[in-house]
Antibody
Framework: EVQLVESGGGLVQPGRSLKLSCAASGFTFSNYYMAWVRQAPKKGLEWVATISTSGSRTYYPDSVKGRFTISRDNAKSSLYLQMNSLKSEDTATYYC?????????????WGQGASVTVSS | DIVLTQSPALAVSLGQRATISCRASQSVSTSSYNLMHWYQQKPGEQPKLLIYDASNLASGIPVRFSGSGSGTDFTLTINPVQADDIATYYCQQSRELPLTFGSGTKLEIK
């Protein structure tokens, strides 16, 4: 069974940093592109980042580019999201998600989410 | 960015057909693929992939779910609607980056 379990969420002040982690199991992690998708309270879904199988390629929307960094450790089957210079508008539940196939930009498995609140 | 427009809510009776639409601000189709996908999100849960490439049923999804469309206009159909289908449904395009989602359609029981 595919499992994605996020951790590292919490309350953080504006301008500070936070790092999310996602532990993957039930599939060969190194064969899949991975992504982070977030959902602000009572709002819709927003793609945040994608990383290639080796980690050599990363992709971001303009809203987080330069502030967020996605990375992975294939030996540990783990995905990460380093979030710097956090803003109140980054408050959201952050989902770790698996791309269906390399380069295939839809997500066929999702974690339960990690809550991030940016507030003073 | 490609903007996806969905109606906020839809009310249907149990056992009836629900038709949820998604319109893209520009074509999300190539010569080979219609790059529109649908997700279901129940309250308090993570999203679940229902339909990919406009009309392909994801693994384990009941056949009462179906999808259609091409270019800029896409439809998710649920027939017949069951009580377990109460959720918000999102479309998502993968034609180009950034990946974008519609704002979601909340399915309610009449």
């Amino acid at each position: 069974e595919v499992q994605l379990v996020e951790s590292g969420g919490g309350l953080v002040q504006p301008g500070r940093s936070l790092k999310l982690s996602c532990a993957a199991s039930g599939f060969t992690f190194s064969n899949y592109y991975m992504a982070w998708v977030r959902q602000a309270p009572k709002k819709g879904l927003e793609w945040v980042a994608t990383i290639s199988t080796s980690g050599s390629r990363t992709y971001y929307p303009d809203s987080v580019k330069g502030r967020f960094t996605i990375s992975r450790d294939n030996a540990k089957s783990s995905l990460y999201l380093q979030m710097n210079s956090l803003k109140s508008e980054d408050t959201a539940t952050y989902y770790c998600a698996r791309h269906k196939l390399p380069g295939y930009n839809l997500m066929d498995a999702w974690g339960q989410g990690a809550s991030v609140t940016v507030s003073s | 960015d490609i903007v996806l427009t969905q109606s906020p809510a839809l009310a249907v009776s149990l056992g009836q057909r629900a038709t949820i639409s998604c319109r893209a601000s520009q074509s999300v189709s190539t010569s080979s693929y219609n790059l529109m996908h649908w997700y279901q999100q129940k309250p308090g849960e993570q999203p679940k992939l229902l339909i990919y490439d406009a009309s392909n049923l994801a693994s384990g999804i009941p056949v009462r779910f179906s999808g259609s469309g091409s270019g800029t206009d896409f439809t998710l159909t649920i027939n017949p609607v069951q009580a377990d289908d109460i959720a918000t449904y999102y479309c998502q395009q993968s034609r180009e980056l950034p990946l974008t989602f519609g704002s979601g359609t909340k399915l309610e029981i009449k």
